[in-house]
């Protein structure tokens, strides 16, 4: 033990105090200047032979359950929940730890899941893990991600801690506003299952020493995939779902952000969404022709033909978000995010036919809170205004539908506080629920859609102002964004 100190100690000393260098180096010394392939070498940590140890520290575990906790998450193929994980991880994990500080834990099979892709282009398959390889698999992350992420290029920000899509789409309109007005959109085909594990575990070995991590890593790649009640080997490919598959990502395309680096292009990198933007057509050309070649013959992955393209950055989407065309760029939502948006309401409001209004605002306010606040971050706020009062009125008529018969309508108006004669003329109309004079109770009372000075105002536009009292006559819409009622 005492040989080894000293051993690594001299090798510290060495390190610190280096001898003059000589030949090329003592050249290079004097010209102050480093060449490019020695700058854009990944960094390796200095010493990585007692990760395991480190993955297996109380302080770590207990962050990595909770993490898990907080994710909550569906059971893998053995059933097990993630409320029964703590109860597990008493009785069992003196057996666990032995076996990951051996190098012998076997990870169970993932649980294949398929779900709709946001843009309704087909079915995304999904791996899910056990509930114990989810927390092993958080456990390493923690611990690599601290050593891995200082190395990463600052243009990547996706899955980063202190990064967001957010600061992806500011850092693309920065571009745009310097004048580079043409983008070249990489879109990676099925990024996720075709990830070469060899390629990916060489880039594995040069980050860590410890043999029994680097075979955990493994062990997870290849763990398999239950389907229909048979598992298949997994060959290639990170599946989504686990904890662990969004840094292998990056450090997959982290060769991809140095090559860009190294040619000098401005881009942004977010997952596996990459934009690059020229200030020609003709070299965006150039570039894409180029970088798909590298990214095909280097990473060994195909790029989507279909959805790349070189455009104008309002052509294309980026993150959910556009851009205006002008001197001033501006943020907007992005077209097919809005249509996502609408249909996803329209399936909340249609199932409202045999379910109480409050249970429907119980599952539509949490999807719109999450809705607005990302997309809260574009920059013309009176589409937000828009869909809000869209929504209200989709609420009405689910609502008016429920009351069925004019004499039910008209007692649940009355109910509302609606005048009498108001209530009978609504009640009795084929209107619906949109009047002349919308009394305030009519509101339904919920958070989310009550009028605020600043987003979620009434939808009227302005009859009349006399200038003797400045009153105003309102009159509301059926109308909004293009939908009627």
């Keep these: 033990m005492h040989i080894r100190n000293d051993k690594r100690q001299n090798i510290q000393t060495k390190l610190d105090f280096p001898s003059a260098p000589a030949g090329e180096a003592c050249q290079a010394g004097r010209e102050e200047t480093e060449s490019r392939q020695t700058m854009h ?11 395991m140890e480190e993955v297996c520290k109380r302080e770590n575990l207990l962050e990595a359950l909770r993490q898990v906790k907080a994710n909550k998450g569906s059971a893998g193929i053995d059933g097990m929940t993630v409320g029964q994980l703590s109860g597990y991880l008493k009785e069992h994990w003196l057996t666990i730890r032995d076996q990951l500080l051996n190098g012998t834990y076997d990870p169970q099979p993932v649980r ?10 087909g ?14 698999q958080q456990a390493v992350l923690q611990v690599l991600q601290r050593q891995w992420d200082p190395t990463f290029s600052d243009h990547s920000y996706g899955f980063r801690p202190g990064r967001s899509a957010h600061q992806a789409v500011a850092q693309a309109q920065h571009y745009i506003a310097e004048g580079y007005s043409w983008v070249v959109d990489l879109d990676l085909e099925k990024f996720f299952d075709r990830v070469n594990h060899d390629k990916l575990m060489g880039q594995i070995i040069q980050r860590v020493e410890d043999e029994r991590l ?15 009640g048979l598992v298949s080997p997994s060959v290639e490919g990170t599946p989504q779902g686990g904890p662990l598959s969004p840094l292998l990502s990056n450090l997959v395309l982290d060769e991809l952000d140095r090559e860009l680096a190294r040619r000098g292009h401005r881009y942004v990198r977010y ?3 990459c934009n690059i933007y020229v200030r020609s057509e003709r070299a965006g050309q150039r570039v894409m022709k180029s970088i798909t070649r590298f990214i095909m013959q280097k990473l060994k992955l195909k790029v989507n033909e279909t959805k790349s393209a070189v455009a104008r950055p309002q052509e294309r989407k980026f993150l959910g978000f556009s851009f205006t065309d002008g001197p001033e760029v501006q943020r907007v939502i992005a077209p097919k995010a809005l249509n996502r948006f609408k249909r996803r309401v329209r399936e909340i409001t249609r199932r ?9 605002m119980a599952e539509l306010a949490p999807y719109m809170r999450g809705w607005r606040s990302y997309f809260g971050f574009c920059e013309t706020p009176q589409v937000l205004v ?52 919308r009394p305030k109770p009519f509101r339904l009372g919920f958070p989310m859609l009550t009028s605020t000075r600043s987003d979620f105002r009434p939808y009227t536009r302005r009859a009349s102002v006399t200038n003797s009292n400045r009153r105003v006559r309102t009159r509301t819409h059926a109308g909004v964004a293009g939908v009627g009622g």
């Design 41 to 51: 070498q990944p960094e390796s940590p200095a010493n990585t032979n007692g990760l």
């Design 112 to 121: 294949r899941v398929e779900i709709e892709k946001p843009d309704g282009g």
């Design 123 to 136: 079915m995304r398959k999904l791996g899910i893990p056990t509930t114990l390889d989810r927390f092993l």
């Design 214 to 228: 680097r075979k955990l890593i493994r062990a997870f790649l290849n763990a398999g995939v239950m389907e229909n």
């Design 271 to 273: 997952a596996d969404d």
């Design 352 to 360: 409202a036919k045999g379910v109480s209004i409050e249970m429907t």
């Design 386 to 437: 828009q869909l809000t009062r869209w929504v209200r009125l989709r609420l009405r008529v689910a609502l008016w539908r429920q009351w069925k018969t004019p004499r039910r309508r008209r007692a649940a108006l009355l109910a509302l506080g609606v005048r009498p004669r108001l209530a009978y003329n609504t009640a009795s109309s084929h209107r619906g629920p949109v009047t002349s004079r």
